[in-house]
């Protein structure tokens, strides 16, 4: 069974950079056919995907949140993470990750971690 | 376009049917998935493809597309179906991946 658990600071300061990472457990990062999601919610909205990764470093991010995200990933951890550059107020959101079956499915999520940007 | 558009709420009246449904250009070219979500949970998948569902997921949840319209629909809705539904798919280029705006099921 495959899990994904996100980790990193609960709280982050305007404008700093947000960084989360997602690990994988029962299951290799290094499969194919899998892309490794962030979505985000936030508060009493709907759900936004920032980006994904595939294992071989290739990625793509949502238009509007391009030019401040980067994913990465670690094989040899299995994990991959989420960096945000010059957060707002606007990015307090519950951080997801997720495993995507290309074009099918997000078949695993984790279970989310709440960040909230505030001074 | 990369855009998927939900209503906002639906509701339904415990044991009846409902249908929930989600319109994109892309759903012309990928089949939309479909994702339950309760408050204060991750989303969990329900339907995914022509019609298939997850180990586990009742046989009263099922899925349609016919053109640019995906649908989801619960026969015989019971009290626990009330929660978040949100559509996803890849967008019409296949790089992104989009999700409706969420229909909040209400069951009475």
């Known amino acids: 069974q495959v899990q994904l658990q996100e980790s990193g600071p609960g709280l982050v300061k305007p404008s700093q950079t947000l960084s989360l990472t997602c690990t994988v457990s029962g299951g290799s990062i290094s499969s194919g056919g899998y892309y490794w999601n962030w979505i985000r919610q936030r508060p009493g909205k709907g759900l936004e995907w920032i980006g994904y990764?595939?294992?071989?470093?290739?990625?793509y991010y949502n238009p509007s949140l391009k030019s401040r995200v980067t994913i990465s990933v670690d094989r040899s951890k299995n994990q991959f993470s989420l960096k945000l550059s010059s957060v707002t107020a606007a990015d307090t959101a519950v951080y997801f990750c997720?495993?995507?079956?290309?074009?099918?499915?997000?078949?695993?999520w984790g279970l989310g971690t709440l960040v909230t940007v505030s001074s | 376009s990369s855009e998927l558009t939900q209503d906002p709420a639906v509701s339904v009246a415990l044991g009846q049917t409902v249908r929930i449904t989600c319109q994109g250009d892309s759903l012309r070219t990928y089949y939309a998935s479909w994702y339950q979500q309760k408050p204060g949970q991750a989303p969990i998948l329900v339907i995914y493809?022509?019609?298939n569902r997850p180990s586990g997921i009742p046989d009263r949840f099922s899925g349609s597309t016919s053109g640019n319209t995906a649908s989801l629909t619960i026969t015989g809705a019971q009290a626990e179906d009330e929660a978040d539904y949100y559509c996803?798919?890849?967008?019409?280029?296949?790089?992104?991946?989009?999700f409706g705006g969420g229909t909040k099921l209400t069951v009475l």
């Open positions: 493809g022509k019609n």
């Open positions: 990764i595939y294992f071989t470093g290739s990625t």
């Open positions: 996803n798919s890849r967008d019409s280029s296949g790089d992104h991946l989009v």
């Open positions: 997720a495993r995507e079956n290309y074009g099918e499915n997000l078949d695993y």
